[in-house]
């Protein structure tokens, strides 16, 4: 008989994970420019993650990535702050507006941020990520072995390649898998050491977790929710009920995570 999928039964008993390493690998603080988000702070996430069990969530700012560097990085900072176990910090800087890129990164570095997010679209119109604004950031983070989460929804994989092929220390997390062009996706997966694919999608195609895992693919996918735009439960939920073996479960929502995140060097 199969061992029971401590998984699935937490998920369907609605208790958290417990014994297991859970990582949101993406995720953000503060409203959008446009649009409210209830309770988008550290406190409310942190409680979403004790209700679940998870251990740490990889969190960037949604005001940076809408332009607004210095206050939303502010933000995250006051969470790193507030709960340093259990909130990882992703640095946005400004690629806009070169003049500030140095500065920004040293001081986001100082304050506790291990990882950087870039947002093409949260640039200027037209500035693409193999724009070479962009040079400093992946050369810092490749100084400086940072792994770097990427928004990324099929075509932006084009401007990337060459940057991970340059930048070899940098672990890249490509956002959204399963958005759009997913055989690219999986290229880059198999081809690139440094390169994991990211779940969070607010479309949620049944069957793709299932797919990944039988293209062989169960060491280089991390899950992620994008809470606060959506629910770290229902995207949890993707993995936990998904018709995969618990050990692959357990690969995709920690294990590969800690590795892409530098995690397992950390004291």
Request: glycine share 10%; net charge neutral; hydrophobic share 45%.
């Amino acid at each position: 008989m199969n061992a029971p999928d401590v998984f699935q039964a937490a998920g369907r008993a609605g208790r958290p994970i417990t014994g297991e390493l859970l990582i949101d690998a993406h995720a953000h603080f503060g409203h959008g420019p446009d649009f409210p988000i209830i309770r988008p702070t550290a406190a409310a996430l942190v409680a979403s993650m004790d209700r679940l069990g998870v251990k740490m969530t990889c969190v960037s700012s949604i005001p940076a990535i809408f332009g607004d560097a210095e206050h939303g990085n502010a933000l995250v900072a006051d969470g790193i702050r507030a709960y340093p176990d259990r909130i990882f910090g992703y640095l946005v800087v400004d690629v806009g507006y070169p003049e500030k890129v140095a500065a920004q990164l040293a001081g986001g570095r100082a304050a506790g941020f291990r990882g950087v997010k870039v947002w093409s679209y949260g640039a200027r119109p037209g500035l693409p990520y193999n724009h070479p604004n962009y040079e400093p950031v992946f050369a810092y983070a490749n100084e400086h072995a940072m792994p770097v989460l990427a928004h990324v929804f099929g075509p932006e994989l084009d401007e990337l390649e060459d940057h991970i092929k340059r930048y070899p220390r940098i672990r890249w997390l490509l956002a959204h898998i399963g958005s759009a062009e997913l055989e690219k996706y999986l290229r880059f997966a198999r081809e690139y050491p440094t390169a994991y694919v990211e779940l969070c999608l607010s479309s949620c195609p049944r069957g793709l977790v299932e797919h990944l895992v039988a293209a062989g693919l169960e060491d280089k996918v991390v899950w992620g929710s994008d809470a606060v735009f959506l629910d770290q439960a229902s995207q949890l939920g993707r993995v936990l009920f998904a018709q995969i073996p618990a050990a692959a479960k357990r690969k995709l929502l920690g294990l590969n995570a800690a590795k892409a995140l530098g995690l397992e060097r950390s004291p």
